[in-house]
Every structure is written in structure tokens, then in C-alpha cells.
């Protein structure tokens, strides 16, 4: 178990905003107390997205995350921890 308290970046690409835009923006909601800094790039033409995140939270926890935004489809999900 990793509970201590980390910085990490997340890269969120969505593919078909009609299809999960709704479902990622509840995701991020019930991790919203750990989010520092949510930049969304709309990319209407295309019916994409891109969402870059700053977040506070343990491992655990941003795996949670990680892992059920990555369970959607048409998402796609980068992660990583900084060593600071």
C-alpha cells in the first residue's frame, strides 16, 4: 500500500466526447479535493478532448483513479509520479 502523499501529472485523451465526456467529469469530481490544477483542451472537430491534471494523492489512490478513467471507452490515460 502506498499512502503517502505524492505529486503526480495525468494526461486524460478522450476520444468521443459525446460518448464518456460526462462520465470522466463525475471521475474527477469524486477526486476533486485532491486535484491542484485541471487544464482542459476542447478539440470540437475532431469530438476529442484533452484534459492535463496536477494532483496530491497517494499511489493508491491515483491508481483508483488512473484505473477507471482507463476502464472507459475511448480514453486514454498517462500517469506520472514526480520525485519531489
Known amino acids: 500500500m ?9 494526461s486524460i485523451t478522450v476520444y468521443d466526447r459525446d460518448k ?5 467529469g463525475e471521475l ?3 477526486f ?8 482542459g ?10 484534459i492535463f491534471l496536477i494532483l496530491k494523492m497517494t499511489g493508491d489512490e491515483v491508481g483508483a483513479l488512473s484505473g477507471r478513467l482507463g ?12 520525485k519531489i
Open 41 to 50: 483542451y476542447p478539440v470540437e472537430n475532431e469530438n476529442a478532448a484533452i
Open 20 to 24: 464518456v465526456y460526462r462520465k470522466v
Open 32 to 39: 476533486a479535493d485532491a486535484i491542484l490544477l485541471r487544464v
Open 28 to 30: 474527477l469530481h469524486d
Open 2 to 10: 502506498d499512502t503517502e502523499l505524492r505529486y503526480h501529472t495525468l
Open 71 to 82: 476502464q472507459l471507452e475511448s480514453v486514454n490515460v498517462k500517469v506520472s509520479t514526480l
